[in-house]
């Protein structure tokens, strides 16, 4: 017997996906952690990422003007710092302080990469749109850093050995 259909929530109908910290540094040099719910893949040939940011956020300006973001994937181990850096925002606090939140620079984008997560791409803006309530900007991958374990002889992550959120 085939499952009735009803109608579903709209909203972030393409649930669930992978958590991701998405990670900047302004202008200035201020450096920001933000929880991104819309993320993923978009091209292959070049390898390119999009993450879908609100105006109002406070890394939105910083992620516009520098041109450039990190994805960073978040593992159980992280939950904790994620749950906390998605819930403040730097506008009100020092959340990574607060957090303890170890950055480090990226290899080729002017922009830290968490190094406590086991997975970081560094990305360079190509293009954006908005699409509504959030600005998608697409990010050409210019360096993945992955934890050594997880990485095969060929540079292939398993991705299946990360026990993401």
Sequence with gaps: ?????????KKSCMQPQTKVLVSCRGLDGEENVLAVGYCGNCSYDPPMVMVGIVPSRYSYKMIKESGCFVVNLVDQNYKETFDYLGTHSKRDEDKLAVMKV????????????????????????VDSIMTGSHEMFVGKVEYVHADSKLVDDEGNIDFSQINFI
């Design 1 to 9: 017997m085939k499952p009735e259909k009803i109608e579903g929530n």
């Design 102 to 125: 170890k950055l480090e620079n990226g290899k080729k984008v002017n922009a830290p990469i968490l190094p406590d997560c086991p997975v970081n791409i560094e990305c360079k803006i």
